[in-house]
């Protein structure tokens, strides 16, 4: 999260394939690590929330790319860096969580819709679980640039993971100056739950004359959930980062389709978050 890179910036980028080197491969936990990749010569204005199709094949299997959503994205003098959290999952995510500086990774991009701008004046609460966290550290990463002492004094962090290697971003958050909250399933670090146990523990010892906060989260869809849930009892408005799967990342395979509910008439359908989303309101979400 250092600050702005000097020099004249280059011509943004519009959708489409782009040819990225990978320049660093740190690893952060036992099957995850953190790809740095360079756009050379172009600027590629992803906003957080914003994901990218990922391929590092030519051959036709795998046949699909593999959806990430940056942690960082930082456009330079001579290009754009991306930082992207990778866990070697499947077939496709181990294979570009293999590269090392010096391979190309072809990306898609940019694509969807992201986060919003945060609100004036409120609390807010960042809520994300294992690779979840990685749009939420690109916001945080924003507002460190560009100085927003303001909006980073009012954010406080909840992680949530199976154990503590899978506990991705917590340095980042609090070498930034943010309250971080942390939680695994196996207790091994934090309280002993999940993201939504920590935060609705500490919200039983909060102020309830404090202002209303708002909320993002991103993870898994059982943690988005609870947390709809907890922030619907509360009155709590907010946006959240569905996951799901993706064949094409633009709207033609239908493949990632999503339940909401229309604000006039209540009407619920279903809409391809890789389009409308992925990242939607609280309030629409047919959940």
Same mark, same amino acid.
Do not use: K, N
């Given at each position: 999260?250092?600050?702005?890179?000097?020099?004249?910036?280059? *011509?943004?980028?519009?959708?489409?394939?782009?040819?990225?080197?990978?320049?660093?491969?740190?690893?952060?936990?036992?099957?995850?690590?953190?790809?740095?990749? #360079?756009?050379?010569?172009?600027?590629?204005?992803?906003?957080?929330? *914003?994901?990218? &199709?990922?391929?590092?094949?030519?051959?036709?299997?795998?046949? #699909?790319?593999?959806?990430?959503?940056?942690?960082?994205?930082?456009?330079?003098? +001579?290009?754009?860096?991306?930082?992207?959290?990778?866990?070697?999952?499947?077939?496709?995510?181990?294979?570009?969580?293999?590269?090392?500086?010096?391979?190309?990774?072809?990306?898609? @991009?940019?694509?969807?819709?992201?986060?919003?701008?945060?609100?004036?004046?409120?609390?807010?609460? #960042?809520? @994300?679980?294992?690779?979840?966290?990685?749009?939420?550290?690109? &916001?945080?990463?924003?507002?460190?640039?560009?100085?927003?002492?303001?909006?980073?004094?009012?954010?406080?962090?909840?992680?949530?993971?199976?154990? @503590?290697?899978?506990?991705?971003?917590?340095?980042?958050?609090?070498?930034?100056?943010?309250?971080?909250?942390?939680?695994? +399933?196996?207790?091994?670090?934090? #309280?002993?739950?999940?993201?939504?146990?920590?935060?609705? *523990?500490?919200?039983?010892?909060?102020? +309830?004359?404090?202002?209303?906060?708002?909320?993002?989260?991103?993870?898994?869809?059982? &943690?988005?959930?609870?947390?709809?849930?907890?922030?619907?009892?509360?009155?709590?408005?907010?946006?959240?980062?569905?996951?799901?799967?993706?064949?094409?990342?633009?709207?033609?395979?239908?493949?990632?389709?999503?339940?909401?509910?229309?604000? +006039?008439?209540?009407?619920?359908?279903?809409?391809?978050?890789?389009?409308?989303?992925?990242?939607?309101?609280?309030?629409?979400?047919?959940?």
């Amino acid at each position: 999260m250092s600050g702005s890179d000097e020099g004249a910036r280059p *011509q943004p980028a519009p959708v489409g394939s782009w040819q990225t080197v990978v320049t660093a491969r740190e690893p952060v936990g036992p099957r995850a690590v953190l790809l740095t990749v #360079l756009l050379p010569g172009r600027a590629l204005p992803l906003a957080p929330g *914003q994901f990218v &199709m990922a391929r590092a094949w030519s051959a036709p299997d795998p046949l #699909l790319r593999r959806p990430l959503a940056p942690f960082d994205v930082r456009v330079r003098a +001579d290009g754009t860096q991306l930082d992207l959290l990778v866990v070697a999952g499947g077939r496709g995510t181990r294979r570009i969580a293999a590269l090392e500086p010096g391979a190309t990774l072809d990306l898609l @991009g940019p694509l969807g819709r992201g986060f919003g701008p945060l609100p004036a004046g409120r609390p807010v609460w #960042l809520v @994300g679980g294992g690779v979840g966290v990685a749009p939420l550290h690109h &916001m945080v990463a924003e507002l460190v640039r560009r100085e927003e002492a303001e909006r980073l004094s009012r954010l406080h962090v909840v992680l949530g993971a199976r154990s @503590g290697e899978a506990l991705f971003g917590r340095e980042a958050f609090e070498a930034a100056g943010l309250p971080v909250l942390l939680a695994t +399933d196996r207790g091994d670090v934090g #309280l002993r739950g999940t993201a939504i146990d920590a935060l609705a *523990q500490r919200l039983a010892h909060a102020d +309830d004359g404090s202002a209303i906060p708002y909320v993002y989260g991103c993870g898994p869809e059982p &943690m988005l959930r609870a947390l709809v849930a907890l922030c619907r009892e509360r009155g709590w408005q907010g946006e959240v980062s569905v996951e799901r799967y993706m064949a094409c990342g633009f709207g033609v395979c239908f493949t990632c389709t999503c339940e909401v509910r229309e604000p +006039d008439r209540g009407r619920v359908h279903r809409v391809r978050s890789c389009l409308e989303g992925p990242v939607f309101p609280i309030e629409r979400l047919a959940w």
